[in-house]
């Protein structure tokens, strides 16, 4: 007996030994504030790290439809609402996920919008699961998400104090100023009565997200941004589908392309992929109107507590502005 | 799922060790085959019936020969004394008959479904070139997992019971598991039968010793795989496939990253796939004995890939060389050119059957011919100026295998391998060619900005201390010092600081995450 318990003690001491040195080691390298320049990855999702706890009211959940179509301050600006995009690039539905989980450590939001790109985004059953099981582990263990940032340590990192405090006055939002017409126009979605399939995990991570908002009564709004290349009736057959099993409302902006007066020759970033600055103007007004008319979230605009909202809007205004003038100053 | 993902090494490689140990031991190899082809269906999904249709095939083809070979057996021994010869005569024509169809079968699979394209495609383009319209068509089929590696372990199976080395197997499961095991499934070592079956059958329990045995060997895989090779990736490709923009001492950098890559990625996994084989008391023969120590390219290729070329020795060349039309051309040649340079003739002309087809199972393109005739050559120059050389040798006074002359001689290899490299790696022969000429031709002086194509200082620094590392180790070894017993001599804190060292630095330095790209094992596609 002791012959079998003493390898199997000596193997349970070098796996605490083990932790014990990754836990060090993520506490070390994990980043301490949140800024791209101090490493942290898709840094401008998590800019509301740095707003005053339970402050946002909407959480804007997705891939880069998300960041590309709508600017919260625009409904800040319009409505008083405060919101939040904590989409990333090519963002898997398990990180969509994720980052709601996380968002809701901060804040109590009102809303969840959820913009359903990501959902068709896979690469197999198999390596979604791949992916998946690799994303656990990094969230239960950040080392392994940022085990590159031993090159840029700094004594900051070993105090081990972290300062959540770049305030991102585009609240998420990403605008580009650029132009690539798509030549399809508005007539994009032909009808058909053809389900595109969502991958299992996808499945799964919705109902999850479903789930989550349910638990904490938050409203789930799921959405489609105007988007040709990504965006056609197959996929939305399939969102719809989803979001009645669910009684869940879904607004899909595709079909109001022409209402909100998109100009696909001048809106689009990147011939119909994405919008830019003028197009993400377009479908956040329109997206607004909708926020207004079903939903009933407060404006704060009034409100003491968000003054620094007021200073906020200003450095948008400025920086679209800017960026504005020097697109038309190139042509 | 490659050996090096999470999902690999912390749930599916854990749960299938705990699951051997856990059934009873006559049971074990069921968890072995289901555990294998749970694994080939994560990478090739439905292709797994090919496997399949390749195990039934030479699980009926070996019983065939092997009845063959019993009824003939009892036919000649009640045979009268000068009937047997005729009797053994028609028994190995029927014999070689049967051998010829499995075999055809196997290789017929590989051919249609790797190299249909590359034949088609050639064959369009001699009819184009003759003004006629192309004939045959471009195929979309997917390669299983492996295909390369398991055929040639299939053609093993049926030549070894043919000539009676080893008897056909009656359990299909056993036949199963020899040629899925998942360890070797990916990228060899291509084993024989009679080098794995039983073990695998045997269900050896896992003891702490082999535990800790194979998992020290595995980490040290992994060390090169991930910190070196999957960094130096970064660097190679940018080279590779955008080589016009660069100078040729960069794309001379390039070739010798790329080598230094291609051994520390195929190497590495075979120390994983030795370590898991060693952990179910599977040994499993070795397939690199530090192949940059060569001093020959005849030596270099019986220390890289061995299993490979001693697949190639056993089952082309020497059938080729014993083969009565060779036998009656070297006893001619024999007459006229010397003892020499007359068994030269014959050999060289099996030699290069064996190159020619070991570069088409690299893969099917020119580039891969190309690297298997650019080896050929060399062997084969070193063997006809081999008199000549030693008589220079003798006249200077100068011994082969010690000194300065042996560093030479290490070195001109290196040298050698590295440009062969090179047209390996190219995207094409043609950029191979136009990589070459570069070279040779460009010695423009880079600026230190230039080279560092992806890399940052940072990760040189890391590339350069695991190299040392992994060098230092090699040259231990070469000098035959048993590191893997003095390292289990050592007391504990010790030996568990450098197991600590050694997972730290595959996590925190490991080319993963955000930022690369994932690096399947390369030999995996060929």
Known sequence: ?????????????????????????????????????????????????????????????????????????????????????????????????????????????????????????????????????????????????????????????????????????????????????????????????????????????????????????????????????????????AIKRLTDKYGLPYLDMNFSSKEMDIDWSHDSRDGGDHMNVYGALKVTSFLGKYLDEKYDLPDHRSDKKYANWERDLKDYQDILNRGMKKQTSKK | MSYQAPLFLLLFFPLTLLAYQLVPQKHRWKILLGASYAF???????????????????????????????????????????????????????????????????????????????FGANVNLIFRGLGMAEVI??????LPIGISFYTMQAVSYLTDVYRGTVNADRSLGRLALYMSFFPQLMEGPICRYSQTAEALFS??????????????????????????ADRLNIFVNNIFNDYHEQGGIVILLGMVAYTCQLYMDFSGIMDMVMGMGEIFGVK??????????????????????????????????????????????????????GNHFGPLVAGTMALFCVWFCNGLWHGAAWSYLFFGMYHFFFIMLANLTEPLTRKVLDALHIRRDKGWYRIFRILRTCCLVCVGELFFRANGLKAGLSMF??????????????????????????????????????????????????????PVPLRWSIYYAALMAVILFGAYGIGYVPVEPMYAGF
């Open chain 2, 284 to 337: 499993m023969p070795e397939n690199f004995r530090r192949p940059f120590f060569s001093k020959s390219i005849s030596e270099f290729w019986t220390r890289w890939h061995i299993t490979l070329g001693a697949w190639f020795r056993d089952y082309i060349y020497y059938p080729l060389s014993l083969s009565g039309p060779l036998k009656k051309t070297t006893s001619a040649c024999r007459k006229r050119l």
């Open chain 1, 1 to 237: 007996m002791k012959r079998k318990i003493r390898p199997l003690l000596r193997c349970v001491i070098f796996l605490l030994i083990l932790s014990l040195f990754l836990t060090a080691a993520t506490w070390v390298v994990i980043p301490k504030r949140n800024a791209k320049a101090d490493g942290m990855h898709n840094a401008r999702a998590y800019g509301y790290l740095a707003e005053k706890e339970n402050t946002i009211d909407i959480a804007i959940i997705g891939d880069s439809e998300t960041y590309a179509s709508f600017s919260p301050m625009e409904l800040w600006k319009n409505y008083g609402y405060t919101g939040f995009i904590c989409g990333t690039s090519a963002q898997h539905l398990e990180d969509t996920y994720g980052t709601l989980k996380q968002f809701c450590e901060y804040q109590t939001p009102k809303l969840v919008i959820l913009e359903a790109n990501a959902m068709f985004r896979s690469s197999g059953l198999y390596s979604d699961i791949e992916r998946v099981f690799f994303r656990e582990i990094e969230k239960a263990m950040p080392l392994f998400e940022y085990h590159d940032r031993w090159k840029r340590l700094s004594p900051q990192d070993f105090t081990g104090r972290v300062e959540y405090d770049c305030i991102d006055p585009l609240k998420g939002f990403y605008p580009t100023y650029y132009s690539k017409e798509w030549k399809g126009g508005h007539d994009y979605m032909k009808k058909t009565d053809k389900v595109r399939p969502i991958q299992s995990v996808n499945l799964y991570y919705f109902d999850k997200i479903v789930e989550f908002c349910r638990e904490r009564k938050i409203p789930l709004l799921v959405t489609s941004a105007p988007a040709p290349v990504n965006w056609n009736y197959q996929k939305h057959n």
């Open chain 2, 137 to 142: 068509p471009t195929f979309q089929w997917m």
């Open chain 2, 40 to 118: 080939f269906w994560s990478i090739s999904g439905k292709l797994l019936l090919f496997l399949l249709l390749s195990t039934f095939s030479i699980h009926h083809f070996g019983l065939w020969l092997d009845s063959i070979r019993s009824d003939a057996d009892a036919v000649i021994r009640a045979a009268e004394k000068p009937q047997r010869k005729a009797l053994k005569e028609a028994r190995k024509h029927k014999m070689r008959g049967v051998l010829a169809l499995g075999i055809l079968l196997q290789i017929g699979t590989l051919l249609c479904l790797k190299y249909a394209n590359f």
């Open chain 2, 203 to 228: 269900g050896t329990p896992i003891r702490y010793e082999s535990l800790t045995r194979g998992l020290q060997r595995m980490l040290y895989g992994l060390f090169k795989k991930m910190v070196i």
């Open chain 2, 437 to 490: 000429r570069k070279m040779v031709t460009d010695f423009s002086i880079p600026a230190p900005q230039d080279l560092a194509l992806g890399l940052d200082r940072y990760d040189l620094l890391i590339l350069v201390v695991a190299v040392l590392i992994v060098l230092m180790i090699s040259i231990l070894q070469e000098h035959g010092i048993p590191l893997r017993k003095k390292l289990a001599a050592v």
